[in-house]
Protein backbone atom coordinates (compact mmCIF):
# COMPACT_ATOMS: atom_id res chain seq x y z
CA UNK A 1 0.00 0.00 0.00
CA UNK A 2 1.91 3.24 -1.25
CA UNK A 3 0.33 5.49 1.58
CA UNK A 4 2.77 8.46 2.72
CA UNK A 5 0.16 11.10 2.81
CA UNK A 6 -2.64 12.04 5.71
CA UNK A 7 -2.97 8.35 6.07
CA UNK A 8 0.73 7.52 7.44
CA UNK A 9 0.19 9.83 10.41
CA UNK A 10 -3.48 9.14 11.33
CA UNK A 11 -5.39 7.17 14.46
CA UNK A 12 -6.21 3.82 12.96
CA UNK A 13 -9.74 2.26 14.16
CA UNK A 14 -7.59 -1.23 14.93
CA UNK A 15 -10.81 -3.44 15.43
CA UNK A 16 -12.31 -2.92 11.97
CA UNK A 17 -9.27 -4.30 10.38
CA UNK A 18 -10.09 -7.68 11.26
CA UNK A 19 -13.43 -7.65 8.81
CA UNK A 20 -10.89 -6.11 6.01
CA UNK A 21 -12.05 -1.88 6.77
CA UNK A 22 -9.79 0.67 6.73
CA UNK A 23 -10.89 3.23 9.25
CA UNK A 24 -8.72 6.40 10.40
CA UNK A 25 -8.74 9.81 11.38
CA UNK A 26 -6.32 12.21 10.35
CA UNK A 27 -4.10 14.29 12.70
CA UNK A 28 -3.17 17.55 13.12
CA UNK A 29 0.65 16.27 11.74
CA UNK A 30 -1.61 16.09 8.42
CA UNK A 31 -2.85 19.45 8.10
CA UNK A 32 -6.40 20.77 8.49
CA UNK A 33 -8.94 19.34 6.13
CA UNK A 34 -11.18 22.67 6.38
CA UNK A 35 -13.23 24.05 3.53
CA UNK A 36 -14.56 27.53 5.31
CA UNK A 37 -10.73 28.36 6.94
CA UNK A 38 -8.66 31.44 5.17
CA UNK A 39 -5.94 28.72 4.59
CA UNK A 40 -4.38 29.34 0.89
CA UNK A 41 -6.39 26.97 -1.07
CA UNK A 42 -4.02 25.37 -3.05
CA UNK A 43 -2.37 24.09 0.55
CA UNK A 44 -6.00 22.98 1.47
CA UNK A 45 -6.55 20.93 -1.95
CA UNK A 46 -2.85 19.28 -2.01
CA UNK A 47 -4.28 17.77 1.29
CA UNK A 48 -7.36 16.52 -0.10
CA UNK A 49 -5.68 15.46 -3.06
CA UNK A 50 -2.93 13.26 -1.16
CA UNK A 51 -5.90 11.90 1.08
CA UNK A 52 -7.87 10.82 -2.36
CA UNK A 53 -4.35 8.69 -3.34
CA UNK A 54 -4.49 7.24 -0.25
CA UNK A 55 -7.66 5.99 -0.60
CA UNK A 56 -6.77 4.74 -3.92
CA UNK A 57 -3.52 2.92 -2.45
CA UNK A 58 -6.28 1.17 -0.47
CA UNK A 59 -8.29 0.16 -2.53
CA UNK A 60 -10.96 3.16 -3.31
CA UNK A 61 -11.16 5.37 -6.05
CA UNK A 62 -14.64 7.26 -4.74
CA UNK A 63 -14.42 9.19 -1.89
CA UNK A 64 -18.02 10.55 -0.75
CA UNK A 65 -18.15 14.01 1.67
CA UNK A 66 -20.47 16.56 2.39
CA UNK A 67 -21.22 20.04 3.58
CA UNK A 68 -22.32 19.18 7.18
CA UNK A 69 -25.14 20.60 8.96
CA UNK A 70 -25.14 18.90 12.38
CA UNK A 71 -28.22 17.42 11.10
CA UNK A 72 -29.45 13.63 10.83
CA UNK A 73 -30.17 12.76 7.59
CA UNK A 74 -27.80 10.49 5.99
CA UNK A 75 -27.00 9.63 2.01
CA UNK A 76 -26.54 6.67 0.41
CA UNK A 77 -23.53 5.63 -2.15
CA UNK A 78 -23.46 3.11 -5.18
CA UNK A 79 -20.99 1.84 -7.20
CA UNK A 80 -19.59 3.32 -10.75
CA UNK A 81 -18.00 6.86 -9.84
CA UNK A 82 -14.40 7.91 -9.35
CA UNK A 83 -13.69 10.91 -7.45
CA UNK A 84 -14.32 13.32 -4.57
CA UNK A 85 -18.21 13.77 -4.23
CA UNK A 86 -18.98 17.09 -2.16
CA UNK A 87 -22.35 16.27 -1.25
CA UNK A 88 -24.67 19.08 0.76
CA UNK A 89 -26.82 19.11 3.74
CA UNK A 90 -25.56 15.76 4.82
CA UNK A 91 -23.75 14.36 7.95
CA UNK A 92 -24.03 10.65 7.37
CA UNK A 93 -22.67 8.47 5.16
CA UNK A 94 -23.83 4.71 4.10
CA UNK A 95 -22.49 2.13 1.18
CA UNK A 96 -21.93 -1.02 0.48
CA UNK A 97 -20.26 -0.17 -2.68
CA UNK A 98 -16.59 -1.52 -2.71
CA UNK A 99 -14.38 1.28 -4.08
CA UNK A 100 -16.44 3.54 -2.14
CA UNK A 101 -14.37 5.52 0.70
CA UNK A 102 -16.75 7.84 3.26
CA UNK A 103 -15.64 11.03 5.21
CA UNK A 104 -16.71 13.28 7.55
CA UNK A 105 -15.01 16.37 8.66
CA UNK A 106 -14.64 16.96 12.39
CA UNK A 107 -12.79 19.41 15.43
CA UNK A 108 -14.64 17.87 18.17
CA UNK A 109 -17.50 16.45 16.97
CA UNK A 110 -17.37 12.55 17.16
CA UNK A 111 -16.48 10.61 14.07
CA UNK A 112 -18.66 7.24 14.10
CA UNK A 113 -17.86 4.44 12.21
CA UNK A 114 -20.15 1.48 11.75
CA UNK A 115 -18.73 -1.44 9.47
CA UNK A 116 -20.15 -5.01 8.85
CA UNK A 117 -18.36 -8.36 7.65
CA UNK A 118 -20.80 -8.33 4.45
CA UNK A 119 -19.16 -4.79 3.45
CA UNK A 120 -21.65 -2.59 4.36
CA UNK A 121 -20.45 0.81 5.95
CA UNK A 122 -21.29 4.16 7.68
CA UNK A 123 -19.29 7.42 8.76
CA UNK A 124 -21.55 9.94 10.60
CA UNK A 125 -20.34 13.65 12.05
CA UNK A 126 -22.06 13.65 15.21
CA UNK A 127 -21.64 16.38 17.53
CA UNK A 128 -24.35 17.52 20.22
CA UNK A 129 -27.01 18.87 17.58
CA UNK A 130 -26.71 15.56 15.47
CA UNK A 131 -26.50 13.19 18.40
CA UNK A 132 -30.19 14.61 19.98
CA UNK A 133 -31.35 14.83 16.08
CA UNK A 134 -30.31 11.16 16.07
CA UNK A 135 -27.51 10.75 13.82
CA UNK A 136 -26.55 7.33 15.26
CA UNK A 137 -30.14 5.96 15.07
CA UNK A 138 -30.55 6.73 11.94
CA UNK A 139 -27.39 5.24 10.79
CA UNK A 140 -27.93 1.76 12.68
CA UNK A 141 -30.97 1.86 11.02
CA UNK A 142 -29.78 2.18 7.55
CA UNK A 143 -27.14 0.22 7.87
CA UNK A 144 -29.36 -2.70 8.83
CA UNK A 145 -31.38 -1.97 5.36
CA UNK A 146 -28.24 -3.19 3.46
CA UNK A 147 -27.87 -6.09 5.41
CA UNK A 148 -25.93 -5.45 8.70
CA UNK A 149 -28.16 -5.54 11.90
CA UNK A 150 -27.24 -3.80 14.63
CA UNK A 151 -26.16 -6.48 16.90
CA UNK A 152 -23.75 -7.41 14.28
CA UNK A 153 -22.41 -4.27 13.69
CA UNK A 154 -18.99 -2.73 14.69
CA UNK A 155 -19.13 0.37 16.26
CA UNK A 156 -16.37 2.83 16.80
CA UNK A 157 -16.23 6.36 18.01
CA UNK A 158 -13.84 7.98 17.36
CA UNK A 159 -11.24 10.97 18.83
CA UNK A 160 -13.88 13.92 19.86
CA UNK A 161 -13.73 16.59 23.26
CA UNK A 162 -14.10 13.93 26.12
CA UNK A 163 -16.85 14.29 29.13
CA UNK A 164 -13.90 16.54 31.18
CA UNK A 165 -13.05 18.78 28.74
CA UNK A 166 -16.68 19.75 27.34
CA UNK A 167 -18.69 22.03 29.52
CA UNK A 168 -22.44 22.72 27.80
CA UNK A 169 -25.46 24.67 28.90
CA UNK A 170 -28.96 23.02 30.40
CA UNK A 171 -30.04 23.69 26.96
CA UNK A 172 -27.99 21.00 25.80
CA UNK A 173 -28.24 18.49 28.96
CA UNK A 174 -32.23 18.92 27.85
CA UNK A 175 -31.82 17.95 24.26
CA UNK A 176 -29.53 15.21 24.35
CA UNK A 177 -30.67 13.69 28.35
CA UNK A 178 -33.85 14.87 28.38
CA UNK A 179 -33.38 16.35 31.72
CA UNK A 180 -33.60 19.65 33.18
CA UNK A 181 -30.38 20.97 34.91
CA UNK A 182 -30.18 24.46 35.82
CA UNK A 183 -26.40 24.58 35.55
CA UNK A 184 -23.74 24.28 33.01
CA UNK A 185 -22.47 20.50 33.13
CA UNK A 186 -19.87 18.40 31.78
CA UNK A 187 -21.36 16.21 29.08
CA UNK A 188 -19.83 13.11 27.53
CA UNK A 189 -21.58 13.11 23.79
CA UNK A 190 -19.34 9.60 23.38
CA UNK A 191 -20.85 8.18 26.31
CA UNK A 192 -24.38 9.37 25.23
CA UNK A 193 -23.60 7.92 21.53
CA UNK A 194 -22.42 4.42 22.98
CA UNK A 195 -25.75 4.32 25.40
CA UNK A 196 -27.51 5.24 22.35
CA UNK A 197 -25.97 2.26 20.15
CA UNK A 198 -26.34 0.15 22.80
CA UNK A 199 -30.53 0.85 22.82
CA UNK A 200 -30.28 0.43 19.11
CA UNK A 201 -29.23 -3.27 19.61
CA UNK A 202 -25.31 -2.97 18.87
CA UNK A 203 -23.40 -5.18 21.07
CA UNK A 204 -19.96 -4.17 20.16
CA UNK A 205 -18.97 -0.97 20.54
CA UNK A 206 -15.63 1.01 21.00
CA UNK A 207 -14.65 4.13 22.08
CA UNK A 208 -11.49 5.94 21.27
CA UNK A 209 -9.33 6.97 24.05
CA UNK A 210 -8.09 10.24 22.37
CA UNK A 211 -10.15 13.76 23.07
CA UNK A 212 -9.49 16.57 21.12
CA UNK A 213 -9.03 19.03 23.59
CA UNK A 214 -6.43 16.96 25.76
CA UNK A 215 -4.42 16.16 22.73
CA UNK A 216 -4.15 18.97 21.06
CA UNK A 217 -0.90 18.78 20.22
CA UNK A 218 -2.20 15.73 17.76
CA UNK A 219 -5.87 16.67 16.81
CA UNK A 220 -7.65 20.10 15.71
CA UNK A 221 -10.08 21.18 18.55
CA UNK A 222 -12.74 23.80 18.31
CA UNK A 223 -12.92 24.45 21.92
CA UNK A 224 -9.60 24.77 22.02
CA UNK A 225 -9.43 27.41 19.56
CA UNK A 226 -8.60 25.63 16.29
CA UNK A 227 -10.17 26.29 13.28
CA UNK A 228 -8.83 23.23 11.36
CA UNK A 229 -10.72 20.06 10.68
CA UNK A 230 -9.39 16.83 10.96
CA UNK A 231 -11.33 13.82 9.22
CA UNK A 232 -12.96 10.70 9.76
CA UNK A 233 -12.23 8.12 7.35
CA UNK A 234 -13.57 4.32 6.34
CA UNK A 235 -13.41 1.81 3.67
CA UNK A 236 -13.11 -1.47 2.78
CA UNK A 237 -10.06 -3.24 1.32
CA UNK A 238 -9.94 -5.23 -1.43
ZN1 LIG B 1 -10.48 15.97 27.16
Known amino acids: MGTDGPFATAIAVE ?15 A ?10 VADVMHRW ?28 HK ?12 DGHITNAAGVALAVTV ?13 A ?21 AMARLGAPAAELLVHLGPSICGS ?12 RGERVTDKMLLDVRGNLADRAERAGARNVT ?19 DSGRQLGVLLRSP
Open 207 to 225: ISRWCTRCDRDRLFSHRGG
Open 107 to 119: ADCTPVFLAHRNG
Open 31 to 40: GSFGLGSTEP
Open 49 to 76: SALMDDCRALGAPALATAGQVHGAELEE
Open 121 to 141: LGMLHAGWRGTAAGILEHGIA
Open 15 to 29: EFAAIGVVAFTTTRA
Open 79 to 90: SGWRGWLRGKDR
Open 165 to 176: CYEVGPEVIEAI
